[in-house]
């Protein structure tokens, strides 16, 4: 039976995440969030990843807007993406810094960065955080705690799974999602498994040059 880390993008959202840290809280689970820039600019938001650190869940920077992937865009819009969330974090990313590309439905290939995205993280220590389990719960909110099972279920390595902190219903499922994996004794991890990592701390590691791909003409 795997070990999970568990992660949520998209927020923070006044209408769920304060929900899904009362879940993680009671049940003494640890989680990261990557969060999008465009929502720091509204304080109750900013408030909430405040309150997220403060609770000891390390936050990321998952692009300024979650438009189209990294890998698909020019290379100046590329590191804007990054570098504005990132001064609108401030000191919310340190110290790890951790970044997500955004799959576009959660695949993984070179669309996720092009070269200057690339050569930015590397330059500023970034390190970049993937994943290996996508329940979908961002667009079935009903069917994602069986898709989660399953996708553990038939994991053969440690898990890092996305979910969303999203007003669609769905994290209305996670408590009993956590609870019933609590009574089976899966471990919830602190760390993203080192085969989620591909860049850390600003150093490649084994096959990060395959989430890379060319920049895009302006």
């Known amino acids: 039976m795997q070990p999970i880390c568990l992660s949520f993008d998209n927020g923070p959202e006044p209408e769920v995440t304060p929900l899904v840290l009362e879940v993680l809280a009671r049940r003494r689970i640890p989680a990261?969030?990557?969060?999008?820039?465009?929502?720091?600019?509204?304080?109750?938001?900013?408030?909430l990843v405040e309150r997220t650190r403060e609770a000891g869940h390390p936050v990321g920077n998952h692009t300024f807007s979650h438009g189209v992937p990294l890998g698909?865009?020019?290379?100046?819009?590329?590191?804007?993406?990054?570098?504005?969330?990132?001064?609108?974090?401030?000191e919310l990313r340190e110290p790890r810094?951790?970044?997500?590309?955004?799959?576009?439905?959660?695949?993984?290939?070179?669309?996720?960065?092009?070269?200057s995205a690339a050569r930015h993280l590397q330059a500023s220590g970034h390190t970049v955080v993937l994943w290996n389990a996508i329940p979908r719960d961002f667009a079935e909110p009903e069917e994602w705690p069986a898709t989660a099972r399953a996708q553990h279920a038939a994991?053969?390595?440690p898990v890092l799974m996305v979910l969303h902190d999203l007003p669609n219903g769905a994290m209305r499922h996670l408590d009993r999602v956590?609870?019933?994996?609590?009574?089976?004794?899966?471990e919830f991890l602190v760390e993203p498994p080192a085969a989620c990592v591909p860049l850390r701390a600003g150093l490649p590691q084994p096959g990060?040059?395959?989430y890379v791909s060319e920049d895009s003409a302006p």
């Not at 990261?32 to 408030?47: K, N, T």
């Not at 956590?178 to 899966?186: F, P, S, T, Y």
């Open 32 to 47: 990261m969030f990557f969060v999008l820039g465009r929502h720091l600019a509204d304080p109750a938001r900013r408030a």
């Open 178 to 186: 956590l609870g019933e994996w609590q009574d089976r004794g899966v």
């Open 208 to 210: 990060f040059a395959q």
């Open 155 to 157: 994991a053969t390595a």
């Open 97 to 115: 810094r951790y970044f997500r590309p955004n799959g576009g439905g959660g695949a993984l290939g070179p669309h996720l960065l092009n070269q």
């Open 72 to 90: 698909r865009r020019p290379g100046t819009e590329a590191v804007a993406e990054i570098a504005r969330t990132d001064e609108l974090l401030g």
